[in-house]
C-alpha cells in the first residue's frame, strides 16, 4: 500500500541554524510533491510544489529537493526563526492523470530563541 | 477573495445523530476537496469534486459519509448514525483546477471539529 514517512519525532533547533526535514514514501509514483505548513488548530498552508522531474526548488529562506530514485524529499529552512516553529507536512500528488493527495503525518519542528 | 470557509466551526453530537457540515471554496476554484484529520496524523483524503462531479472517493469512506456539491460552489459533508471513531477535524480545500498533468495548489479552510459523544 502506499506510505508516507516523516520524521516522526519533533526537531528542535537553535535559531539560525538550518533545519532539514524529511520525506520518504513507497509504492508511490507521485506526478509532484508539496509542502504546507499546519499551525496548532488551524488548517494546512501551501508552502513549496516540487515536480517529478524537478530536483530542487527554493523560495526566500525554503528550499525542497526531490529525489524519485530514492522517493525521498528533503525540506530545509535557512536561519530558523522561533516563527517558523509548526507542524511541516509532506502531500504527494497524481501519478495516474488525478489529484488524490496523500499527506504524511507532518513532523513537528521547535526553533528555540 | 475571503478564503475557504467552514461551518460550523465545532460540532458537538451523541453518538447516533446525523451530522452535516459545509465548505464555501474560494469563489473562482472549481475543485474541492474533503480530508479528516485525527492528532498527531496529517489529513487523509476522503473526497473531490470537479465543478459538481465527484471524482474520487477513498475506500475508507463507509457507506455513513456522503458528500455533495450540487452546483459546483459550496459543498456538504454529511455523516450518518455518528460513531466516536468519527471525532476528528475535517478539512476542506479548494483549488483553480486544471487539466490532467497541471499542478493543483490547495487552499484550506480552518475545518470543523467534531466530537462524538
Known amino acids: 500500500s502506499q506510505k508516507i514517512e516523516q520524521n516522526s519525532e519533533a526537531l528542535n533547533i537553535q535559531e539560525g541554524k538550518t533545519a532539514t526535514l524529511t520525506c520518504n514514501y513507497t509504492?508511490?509514483?507521485?506526478?509532484?510533491l508539496q509542502w504546507y505548513r499546519q499551525d496548532p488548530g488551524r488548517g494546512p498552508v501551501f508552502l513549496l510544489l516540487?515536480?517529478?522531474?524537478?530536483k530542487e526548488k527554493r523560495k526566500e529562506r525554503l528550499k525542497v529537493t526531490f529525489d524519485t530514485t530514492l522517493k525521498q524529499s528533503l525540506f530545509h529552512i535557512t536561519a530558523s526563526q522561533p516563527a517558523d516553529s509548526a507542524t511541516y507536512l509532506c502531500?504527494?500528488?497524481?501519478?495516474?492523470?488525478?489529484?488524490?493527495?496523500?499527506f504524511g503525518a507532518g513532523t513537528r519542528l521547535f526553533v528555540k530563541a | 477573495d475571503t478564503g475557504v470557509s467552514q461551518d460550523p466551526r465545532h460540532k458537538i453530537t451523541k453518538r447516533g445523530q446525523n451530522v452535516t457540515f459545509r465548505c464555501d471554496p474560494i469563489?473562482?476554484?472549481?475543485?474541492l476537496y474533503w480530508y479528516r484529520q485525527t492528532l498527531g496524523q496529517g489529513p487523509e483524503f476522503l473526497t473531490y469534486?470537479?465543478?459538481?462531479?465527484?471524482?474520487?472517493k477513498s475506500r475508507l469512506l463507509s457507506d455513513r459519509f456522503s458528500a455533495e456539491r450540487p452546483k459546483g460552489s459550496f459543498s456538504t459533508l454529511e455523516i450518518q448514525r455518528t460513531e466516536q471513531g468519527d471525532s476528528a477535524m475535517y478539512l476542506c480545500?479548494?483549488?483553480?483546477?486544471?487539466?490532467?498533468?497541471?499542478?493543483?495548489?490547495?487552499?484550506f479552510g480552518p475545518g470543523t471539529r467534531l466530537t462524538v459523544l
Open positions: 480545500a479548494s483549488s483553480r483546477g486544471g487539466a490532467s498533468g497541471s499542478t493543483d495548489t490547495q487552499y
Open positions: 509504492n508511490y509514483s507521485p506526478a509532484y
Open positions: 516540487i515536480r517529478e522531474n524537478e
Open positions: 502531500a504527494l500528488v497524481g501519478g495516474t492523470g488525478g489529484f488524490k493527495t496523500i
Open positions: 469563489s473562482e476554484h472549481n475543485r
Open positions: 469534486f470537479q465543478n459538481e462531479a465527484q471524482l474520487e
